[in-house]
């Protein structure tokens, strides 16, 4: 069984650009959840989705920061007008259901120039 | 606002000695404590998890131990081994599909 699939591994940006990170959920979940972890940090909370839904996203910030699942394809955060600030490991975990543990992809690691 | 606090936050162990890593928690409506072990350039994988109407869980070599009252909970390494060398995060959340919220990390180094 194939793992949370993360792509890209790396992705280099400069400031102003825009960055789109994919997430393939493990076969048979449909409960993403999109984590932020800075350099020395432990991993914050951004946002939760179900299928086509946003359930929870109180750990997004305000401006610039978008996500999606749609009924069909991986799961998308998209970052605009990337900021030096951005610069992180982004990692998506998925469930099959609300009560079950949640499991985490190898991450993707944003760099900005 | 710091909900889940972790220490050490570095640990050296010898082989075959015990690591202990401590958390304690804030809010009493978190249900759900997950322990996560990361490697480098890796994600977290589940080690082990516990729910507050037990106070204590085995798997193997590893042990939560949980004190409601005291609203802390700890992992325990027994026999740890150089491959045991990682860092690991405690969590919590309400309701075992809630977000999680971590606690710092705890980088491990168990010494041959």
């Known amino acids: ?113 | 606002q710091q909900q889940v606090k972790q220490s050490p936050q570095s640990l050296i162990v010898q082989k075959g000695g015990i690591s202990i890593i401590n958390c304690a928690y804030e809010n009493t409506a978190f249900d759900y404590f997950p322990w996560y072990q990361q490697f480098p350039g890796k994600g977290p994988a589940l080690l082990i998890a516990i729910r507050p109407d037990v106070s204590e869980k085995k798997e193997g070599r590893f042990t939560i131990s949980f004190n409601k009252s005291a609203k802390q909970f700890s992992l325990h390494i027994m026999d740890s081994q150089p491959g045991d060398s990682a860092t690991y995060f405690c969590a919590a959340s309400k309701g075992q599909g809630g977000k999680l919220i971590f606690g710092q990390g705890t980088e491990l180094s168990v010494k041959p």
Not at chain 1, 33 to 61: A, C, H, T
């Open chain 1, 1 to 113: 069984n194939a793992g949370v699939m993360q792509n890209p591994r790396h992705l280099v940006r400069r400031r102003g650009q825009e960055a789109r990170l994919r997430c393939s959920p493990m076969k048979g979940h449909s409960h993403v959840y999109w984590y932020r972890q800075l350099p020395e940090e432990g991993l914050k909370f951004m946002v939760y989705l179900q299928k086509e839904n946003i359930i929870d996203e109180s750990g997004m910030p305000k401006e610039r920061f978008s996500a999606e699942f749609p009924k069909e394809g991986p799961s998308i955060l998209r970052i605009q007008q990337v900021v030096r600030g951005d610069s992180a490991a982004y990692f998506c975990a998925s469930s099959p259901d609300r009560g079950e543990p949640q499991h985490f992809g190898d991450g993707t690691r944003l760099s900005i120039l």
